[in-house]
């Protein structure tokens, strides 16, 4: 009778559906090849789940078939070998976020690069999330300070904004990018620097000058460069993405940078190619479109029930010949919010930042403006479109009628004004007082080389004689009357000192930039 009760409990426990938790799914690679492996068995593994490999390898689930999966090897890939078995995790592919990583240079699997040791966070985030919806968000309204003169008076960038760099090879895209970390210094900002695909030197060059400038301290770096696998460089942007939205869900401003997307989309075709999907335009697959719009929606500026975060994103592209047609680039173009188009002519004709305001647009930034700098960069577009109109005309010099000529004079001098040396950075106030001088035609007063130098000067000479004129520039009155009377004494007084023939004892003006 005892036997008979304990067969039947048995029978019972056989009969009483396991919890899906119980169920320790394996399976078995029946292929390897390429950092690519099939395994069957796999049956209720979903898509972008992590799984492990007895070897130790990890690799994420990329492709559903009805007999076996795909999956793509993260790393150890040397070491998976055929009937070797594979357990479900049952979770997506996680990364640390936390304070700690700030400072830190990181692998996209959440792995130290640099010599500080152990990245130690409490708190780990699957990559992929939905972006927030509308009524989470507000309007882009506060401007994210880039030190460009010529991004910040023309093409404004606000906080939450998506804005595209985009350009030939070697045209400064990698330089302004930096540029606008090195500038948020003082600012609470935290930055993030995704490297994609570039040589480890040139991202230890780049890690080197944030260094320099005191900028790593408020910086994270992701690095998958060209010696890191496809998968890892495909999930970089990614990681990045969590990582600000960590730091944007905390109600603090986040800028990212994805330099770039070209090496991106070329990591994520190569991966489909090896997946045996359909190639389309370009050999690229189908979606990758959603690829860059699942992206860069997760950008944008959280409402204060949502912490009133913001994530700024600033995605690089490489075009080939100028061609802003091509397909990544189109489609990043109408994925973002406006673009920085970066001219190989102007840059190999010495205008740098080599950045053309015929090609470039922002579609929010204007709202973000400050009202002083709205004041004196409103004239400024639409005269340099008329120089550019007549620039072609230039060589006729003295044939041309004296409207012309003024305008192709005021515009000389206000492409002059808007070079700027290799990682110089202004303050909004310091380019607001450029901008109002070019706006009073004082640098009609100068020669053109000395204009540069000048309104430097200036800058200098209004901070130490007059401060308070100076930081009621960009203050929240704007430019007063009485303000535009002060800079304007100040810099009449200013440009008798400067342009006054020096004895042969005298050096220079005693100001220095
Ligand atoms: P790639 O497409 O190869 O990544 P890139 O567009 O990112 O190139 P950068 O690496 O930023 O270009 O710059 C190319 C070169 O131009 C660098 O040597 C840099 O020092 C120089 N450069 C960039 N901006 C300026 C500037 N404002 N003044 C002087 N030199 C500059
Ligand atoms: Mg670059």
Redesign the pocket.
Known sequence: MKETAGVISLIEKALTPKAQSEIEEVGTVIGVGDGICKVYGLTNVVFGELVMFESGARGIVMDLDEDYVSIILLDHAEEVSEQEVVHRTGNSFRVPVGDALVGRVMSSSGEPLDALGEIVSNEQRPIERTAPGIIARTPVNEPLETGCLVIDALIPIGKGQRELLI??????????A?NTIINQKGKDVVCIYVSIG?KQSDTAKMIHLLQQYDALSYTIVIDASAKSTALEQFLSPYVGCTIAEYFMDKGQDVLIVY??LSNHAIAYRELSLLLRRPPGREAYPGDIFYIHSRLLERAGKMNDQNGGGSMTALP?I?TQGDDISAYIATNLISITDGQVF?DTNM?NNGI???ISIGLSVSRVGGAAQIKSMKKVAGQLKLELAQFEALSAFMQFGSELDATSQRAIDRGQRAVQLLK???HATYSQAEEIIFLFLLQENFFDRLDMTQINTFSRQFVSYLLEVYPQVYHAVAGPEGLSELIETSVRRAADEFILVFTKPSTPSQQGTGYSS
């Open positions: 350009g030939n090879r070697s045209t400064g895209k990698t330089t302004t930096l570039h330099d770039d690089i490489q970066f840059f740098r930042p080599a700027q040396d290799l």
